[in-house]
Structure formats: structure tokens, C-alpha cells
């Protein structure tokens, strides 16, 4: 994969899959990915998440609950995830530094609230563990873009255009050439990787920027950027257990193109109108069989 300043074509070679875990390996060799999303009134955020997660390779899933609701819903919705009750005051601080995880990803479903500041805050200096944000939690970093550079560890923010433009303080262009600016800019000004979503997704490290080649607008639809935020966790995932043979951007970038490709694995059998976030879950086995474009 080559380095430069401008976009990537999207006829080259997709990212190479992920690496294939030993015939030997248990759940911890698999990744474990902690999920900080939903709230008392979107608690299906936190289910695609959770699936998508799971779907996408994690060996073990656990959701941060901030209200009794989430207690009480995800169970039934998503058996494979432990839940962690975080709703009585808990120390963040020391709760994170307890915890095992490879990933974490926080911000759908959250609500722009202070509550949702205080968290990601919190989850985005504690330690070194990599890190997607998406969502709310991009929304309540609105010009602190530069707070995010003195972190350790990995870093993803993946917003759509309208949480770019928050982030930036100023309109995304809808050329090919101003989005990638955008991306760049938004990599480097928070030391990490952005995905800006949208029709030809963009990943960039602030030098280089891989264009996604999969998707269609039937993905145009509530949550399908929860399922990406799931997928996202269970790759850096990933690259935390086995670095030597993945790396984050790598990762990220087939991220990208599995989510997209579920989308339009989905359109073929259903038609793009009636695509829904919970279908890219279901093709996301076949999506992630797929070598390239």
C-alpha cells in the first residue's frame, strides 16, 4: 500500500483480511472489545454495535450500560455480550484500568449530553487501549479536535459529513478532492485516523487516503454506522493481539470495504430500499470472504 498526500484510486487491490487466528487459540487470542454505546432512549445502538462486533470476529464483547434500561434490553438482543453495569457512580478512571480490553468504541446512541463529554473524555486519555469514536462522541468534541493528540494508542474517528463539519468548525465539500482534504485535516489536527463517511468512504492517516470502492445507498439508513463501529472494534481488536501481522490502518481500511461490501451483498438479495442496518450484520460472513473488489 503506497504513501502520498493525495486520494487513493479505488481500483487497487482491497486491504488484505485479517490474519487467521492458531488452530489452538481461545477468546482472549480473538479480541476483547468493550463498547460504550446506547442510552435509556436508543438502546438499539448499542445492540448493532455489540452484534456487529461479535459478527466481525471479537472473542469477547462487553457493553458499558450507563442506564438501567440497557440492563435490562441487551440480554435478550444480544446474549453473546457481557454486560457491565456502569449506572451507580461508577469510577471511570478505575474501572477502565481493571479492565482487559484489546478495543473500545464509544458514541453511538450516547446522546450529546455532558454525561457523554465527561465518558469520552474519560475513555480518551485513560490509557493506550485503541479507541473508535463515533456519533455523539464525535459530536461532543466539537472544536476540541487537538484535545484527542496527546493520547497513546490507536485512534478512529469516523464521521459522516455533518459530524466532520462539527469537528471542523465548517462545510465538507461533496468533491472527492475537498472530502479527502477534510480527512486528512481531521487525522492530523486529533493524531489519528479518520474514516468520513459517505458515498466513497475515505480513510486517512492524515498523508495517505484509501477511497473505499463498496457500498450503495440503500446504506443510507439509521444505524448503519453503529454496524461499522462494531466491525471497527473487532479489527483493531485484532491488530492489539496479533500487530505484527495487521496494522491499524490496514484494519481500518477493510473495515471499510467489509461494511460496504455487506450493503451491497444485502441490496442484491433485497433491493437497496429496503436494506436496514440489522441486514449488514447478516452478510457480513459472506462480506468477509471476500478477497477484494
Given at each position: 500500500m503506497s504513501v502520498?498526500?493525495?486520494a487513493r484510486s479505488p481500483d487497487r487491490a482491497q486491504p488484505r483480511p485479517a490474519p487467521e487466528l492458531a488452530s489452538d487459540a481461545h477468546k482472549g487470542q480473538a479480541g476483547r472489545v468493550l463498547c460504550v454505546c446506547g442510552s435509556r432512549t436508543m438502546p438499539g445502538a448499542a445492540i448493532l454495535v455489540a452484534r456487529a462486533?461479535?459478527?466481525a470476529g471479537a472473542g469477547l464483547v462487553s457493553v458499558?450500560?450507563?442506564?438501567?434500561?440497557?440492563?435490562?434490553?441487551l440480554p435478550g438482543a444480544t446474549?453473546?455480550?457481557?454486560?457491565?453495569?456502569?449506572?451507580?457512580g461508577v469510577s471511570l478512571s478505575a474501572a477502565l484500568a481493571e479492565r482487559a480490553d484489546d478495543a473500545r468504541v464509544a458514541g453511538p446512541g450516547m446522546g450529546a449530553s455532558e454525561r457523554t463529554h465527561e465518558v469520552v473524555t474519560e475513555l480518551a486519555h485513560a490509557d493506550g487501549v485503541p479507541l473508535v469514536l463515533d456519533a455523539d462522541a464525535l459530536n461532543v468534541l466539537a472544536g476540541e479536535l487537538e484535545s484527542l493528540e496527546t493520547r497513546k494508542g490507536t485512534l478512529v474517528l469516523t464521521p459522516h459529513p455533518?459530524?466532520?463539519a462539527r469537528l471542523l468548525?465548517?462545510?465538507?465539500?461533496?468533491?472527492?478532492?475537498?472530502?479527502?482534504?477534510?480527512a486528512r485535516e481531521i487525522a492530523r489536527r486529533s493524531g489519528g485516523l479518520c474514516v468520513l463517511k459517505g458515498a466513497g468512504s475515505m480513510v486517512s492517516d492524515g498523508n495517505e487516503t484509501w477511497v473505499n470502492p463498496s457500498g450503495n445507498p440503500g446504506m443510507a439508513t439509521g444505524g448503519a454506522g453503529d454496524v461499522l463501529t462494531g466491525i471497527l472494534g473487532a479489527y483493531l481488536a485484532a491488530c492489539a493481539v496479533n500487530p505484527a501481522a495487521w496494522t491499524p490502518f490496514e484494519a481500518t481500511c477493510r473495515a471499510v470495504f467489509v461494511h460496504g461490501r455487506?450493503?451491497?451483498?444485502?441490496a442484491e438479495t433485497l433491493g437497496r430500499r429496503a436494506v436496514i442496518a440489522s441486514d449488514l450484520i447478516e452478510y457480513l460472513a459472506a462480506a468477509q470472504r471476500t478477497e477484494s473488489a
Open positions: 502520498h498526500s493525495g462486533a461479535a459478527r458499558a450500560c450507563l442506564d438501567e434500561e440497557l440492563l435490562a434490553v446474549p453473546e455480550s457481557v454486560l457491565v453495569d456502569w449506572t451507580r455533518g459530524e466532520a468548525g465548517r462545510a465538507v465539500p461533496r468533491d472527492s478532492e475537498g472530502r479527502a482534504a477534510c455487506a450493503g451491497d451483498l444485502a
